[in-house]
């Protein structure tokens, strides 16, 4: 018996077989539902992304450089440890990242969960969507924009811990002197979707 399972386990499968395997396990899972939290990951000009989703929208986007291992650990933590690799119900944000880069879309319609941010950091999050396509702002017109000039700072860092990057436009969120400031997914990032923006 235990030469026998040995024998299965030490058979390597082929990607068709753990891919067919996938989509049963996920089509239990969500027919149990047992999925709280749906991820995938799509390519993009800056890089794989990794796309979360709970039940009540997208709720992260996850460049490379912040290791997507640890983005989903975090996400267990945070949310539920219930997650699962499921593309399909990613499809409708998958599908508008994709617009976004190929210049065919300028704001998101796909549904958000921003249950990953608190009081300040989330008001300033709701906020700039409202920065136009292709524009900028200083942290200090966001400050002002969210009713506290005084908080410069706290933008700056409502910015940096943005869940929802590219979806919720931090990149179009600049220093007072011009400086592109800091961001998530590293300046060339937050440079290559400005330029894309500018050049729509």
């Known amino acids: 018996m235990n030469d026998d399972l040995a024998g299965l386990l030490s058979t390597p499968v082929d990607a068709g077989t753990l891919d067919r395997l996938h989509r049963r396990l996920e089509q239990a899972a969500e027919q149990a539902d047992l999925i709280d939290v749906a991820y995938t990951t799509v390519d993009s000009p800056v ?11 997208l709720v992260r986007v996850a460049y490379a450089g912040e290791d997507h291992d640890r983005v989903l650990e975090s996400l267990a933590g945070q949310l539920s440890p219930r997650i699962l690799r499921a593309p399909r119900r990613l499809d409708v944000a998958a599908r508008e990242i994709d617009e976004y880069f190929g210049r065919r879309r300028q704001t998101f319609d796909v549904p958000l969960d921003l249950s990953l941010s608190r009081g300040f950091r989330q ?15 200083s942290y200090r017109e966001i400050a002002e924009l ?6 410069v700072r706290a933008v700056g860092t409502a910015c940096a811990t943005n869940p929802l990057p590219i979806v919720v436009p931090c990149h179009r969120v600049l220093r007072t002197d011009g400086s592109l400031g800091g961001y998530i997914g590293g300046l060339p990032a937050k440079t290559a ?8």
């Open 123 to 137: 008001l300033v999050q709701r906020r700039l969507p409202e920065i136009g396509y292709g524009r900028t702002r």
């Open 47 to 57: 890089g794989k992304l990794l796309l979360a989703q709970t039940p009540k929208g």
């Open 193 to 200: 979707l400005l330029a894309l923006e500018a050049a729509a």
């Open 146 to 151: 969210v009713g506290n000039p005084k908080a």
